[in-house]
């Protein structure tokens, strides 16, 4: 089982950066795909990005790519998000999740484990 908090999300005006954090706790972390999903008011949960366990293979939704990068640091079991170029749009509750599958993927209801989220507001 692993334990995941986020931090770093905050108000930024549209077209600056981010950083989220994502700690996780356990010894496994390594073992895990690891994902980042937002939550914008009144809408339903959605994919960002996702990376393997390695760190050699990501995705991102179309709506982040060039924008984001998703990486991990596996010595301090730690999962990043940098998001730069931010729009009013990207404004949301972000999470981080972790997978136990080898592969890494989109789908919210494959991830097992979840954070409790770091606000994110962008301001036009």
């Known amino acids: 089982q692993v334990q995941l908090v986020e931090s770093g999300g905050g108000l930024v005006q549209a077209g600056g950066s981010l950083r989220l954090s994502c700690a996780a706790s356990?010894?496994?972390?390594?073992?895990?795909?690891m994902g980042w999903f937002r939550q914008a008011p009144g809408k339903e949960r959605e994919f960002v990005a996702t990376?393997?366990?390695?760190?050699?293979?990501?995705f991102y939704a179309d709506s982040v790519k060039g924008r984001f990068t998703i990486s991990r640091d596996n010595d301090q079991n730690t999962l990043y998000l940098q998001m730069d170029s931010l729009k009013p749009e990207d404004t949301g509750v972000y999470y981080c999740?972790?997978?136990?599958?080898?592969?890494?993927?989109?789908?919210?209801?494959?991830?097992?484990?979840w954070g409790q989220g770091t606000q994110v507001i962008v301001s036009s």
């Open positions: 356990g010894r496994t972390f390594s073992t895990y795909v």
């Open positions: 999740a972790a997978d136990r599958t080898i592969k890494v993927n989109t789908n919210i209801s494959s991830y097992d484990y």
């Open positions: 990376i393997s366990w390695t760190g050699t293979t990501t």
